[in-house]
């Protein structure tokens, strides 16, 4: 088949994907909806003994999810022959992603100065679980170790509940997107320059970095974060109440969110009790204005007062399950989950990216590939005759 046209806002860009699990793919499927064109290379069926931890379920939500709008080839770098195929395409290719541990490329000889050697323009991103060099940089790093390492788990849930994992890869996915404003910003040098370069990322890097304000309150104040439940840690009320019927979010952070709020429920009274006069005192106090705000929420349902509220402007929200996300009316005006069939006949619904383009937009145009799927379209592409083909085939080098 041609290569993909997702969307023409990065369709000059070609990217060989070496990454495997979550945090690479989720980098290159950017760069994919995005009209690049993605190469996925992985080893012959049986080459690698961790297979089936990137390529077991190939016809399963999570992989198609993690890899439409790819093309893929087997190619086995620890033959020479496979070795020479590859740095074929490297000649060809804009950024190559990979995220084994720091020393693997090296071994192959795939490292960024074995690959700039044959394409000056190159950019590897190289993602890792604790960076490039150091004295962790042979470890390997799984998302929930690094939601560990990175403080996430000691401030997600209730107090003197112990450390708790979020429900999502928060280190791989945020580690993906990090990666990929990486590459768009050495492709934009590049244009400059005219050289390629070396992007580093890592999970214990990311994570702590999406501590954000949790971490400049104890790098700036000393202040050290606590598990805070369904509470905001710093702003009050927001959190979780009960109403009549099930629970809601509230966000009435803010002098403004405030009075709007004591406006909205007719309770003027709360404005004059001394210890929720500011912000801070609302913090120090947040017990007893919970329980204040709960004797309220109690006599109406969530739709009311999620209509109510937010026709006030103060932020407020029902808590989804994820069945419920898609059902919801604006989740679908937006388009979050769009269908795409697969060479198998099957159907499936992915999650689109969550960036629109208005003239050149993201776009979902092809399942995820069979394993080795476009092996002889790329050789043949890059200058290799059936001939050729069948020798690599004979070799074990594809």
């Known amino acids: 088949m041609p290569k993909i ?32 064109d993605v190469i996925r290379i992985e080893p012959p069926a049986g080459v690698d003994p961790n297979e089936a931890m990137f390529a077991a379920d190939r016809w399963g939500g999570d992989f198609q999810n993690l890899n439409r709008n790819k093309r893929s080839m087997t190619l086995n770098l620890k033959k020479p022959e496979g070795l020479e195929a ?19 490329k090296a071994r192959l000889g795939i490292d960024y100065e074995a690959l700039r050697a044959v394409n000056p323009r190159i950019i590897l991103a190289s993602i890792s679980g604790f960076g490039q060099d150091g004295p962790y940089a042979w470890r390997p790093g799984f998302d929930q170790i690094i939601q560990g390492m990175g403080g996430l788990m000691s401030v997600t849930g209730f107090p003197a509940q112990g450390p708790v994992r979020a429900g999502l890869a928060v280190a791989d996915s ?47 104040d000393g202040d050290v974060p606590a598990q805070a439940g369904n509470d905001h840690p710093t702003s009050s009320p927001m959190g979780l109440f009960q109403a009549s019927d099930g629970v809601f979010n509230l966000g009435a952070s803010g002098e403004g969110n405030w009075v709007r709020l004591c406006e909205c429920l007719q309770a003027p009274q709360l404005r004059a009790v001394p210890e929720f006069a500011t912000e801070k005192l609302r913090v120090e106090h947040r017990l007893a204005l919970n329980e204040a705000l709960a004797e309220v929420f109690k006599s109406q349902t969530v739709a009311h007062w999620v209509e109510l509220l937010n026709r006030a402007g103060v932020p407020a929200g029902p808590v989804y399950s994820i069945p419920q996300v898609f059902e919801d009316a604006q989740v679908n005006h937006l388009g979050i989950a769009q269908d795409v069939e697969a060479g198998n006949g099957r159907r499936y619904r992915l999650v689109s990216q969550p960036i629109t383009l208005a003239r050149t937009p993201a776009r979902i145009a092809h399942a995820a590939p069979a394993w080795g799927e476009h092996t002889t379209e790329m050789l043949t592409e890059i200058g290799y005759t059936p001939s050729d083909i069948e020798q690599l085939q004979a070799k074990a080098a594809v």
């Open 5 to 36: 046209n997702a969307s023409p806002a990065l369709a000059r860009f070609r990217v060989l994907d070496l990454s495997r699990v979550r945090a690479g793919p989720t980098c290159v499927r950017i760069l994919a909806d995005f009209g690049a």
């Open 86 to 104: 590859f740095m074929r395409l490297v000649e060809t290719a804009d950024v190559v992603v990979e995220n084994w541990r720091p020393d693997v």
């Open 174 to 220: 945020g580690t993906g997107v990090y990666a990929a404003a990486g590459i768009l910003i050495a492709l934009l040098e590049r244009e400059r320059s005219g050289q390629g370069q070396w992007v580093h990322g890592s999970l214990l890097h990311t994570q702590v970095a999406l501590m954000d304000f949790q971490a400049a309150r104890y790098l700036n």
